[in-house]
Structure formats: structure tokens, C-alpha cells
């Protein structure tokens, strides 16, 4: 039997200024792709690894904060404490 996956609604502009994060963090891995073909020097890389690994830091965290004031927010309203046990494995999956 199928598990069935569970779906957040976003609005437009939250959809919107998500995917333009994404669209930003994706350019930038792109960028690093073409410093190594250019055989850019080491310390060059590792600073832009830094900020895309920030950037992604600072996105989680900000979909993180949205999932806790939204979707388990929701959920508990809805006397579905099994979310706590989903909150306490997400945090141990995130690091």
C-alpha cells in the first residue's frame, strides 16, 4: 500500500520568493562548476561553497520556522500530537 505524501499550500508570493532563492543558490553552484573548469584557485571555491552553504542554512531556517508556525501549528490544533514525533525526527535529520 502507498504511503500517502503529505502537501503544503503556498501562496504565490511564497512560492514565488522560494523559488527565487532557489534560482539565486542554483546560479551560484553553476558559478562554482565554471571555477573549477577554469581552474580557479582553491580559496576562491571554498568562499563561494561557503555562501551557498549559508544561503541554504538561511533558507532552511526560514522554511523551518514557516512548517513550525504553519503545518504543526495546524496539526496540534487538530489534536494530531503524532506531529511532535515528526517535529523531534526532523530536527534530528537536520543535523
Do not use: P, W
Request: hydrophobic share 35%; with cysteine; charged share 40%.
Amino acid at each position: 500500500m502507498e504511503e500517502k505524501r503529505k502537501t503544503k499550500y503556498r501562496a504565490k508570493e511564497e512560492k514565488d520568493r522560494i523559488i527565487k532563492r532557489l534560482s539565486r543558490i542554483e546560479g551560484q553552484v553553476r558559478g562554482i562548476k565554471r571555477m573549477v573548469e577554469e581552474d580557479r584557485y582553491c580559496d576562491d571555491i571554498l568562499i563561494q561553497i561557503s555562501a551557498i552553504t549559508k544561503s541554504l542554512k538561511s533558507l532552511g531556517n526560514e522554511m523551518l520556522k514557516n512548517h513550525l508556525s504553519t503545518c504543526v501549528v495546524r496539526e496540534l490544533k487538530q489534536d494530531n500530537l503524532n506531529v511532535i514525533q515528526e517535529v523531534i525526527e526532523l530536527f534530528g535529520r537536520l543535523n
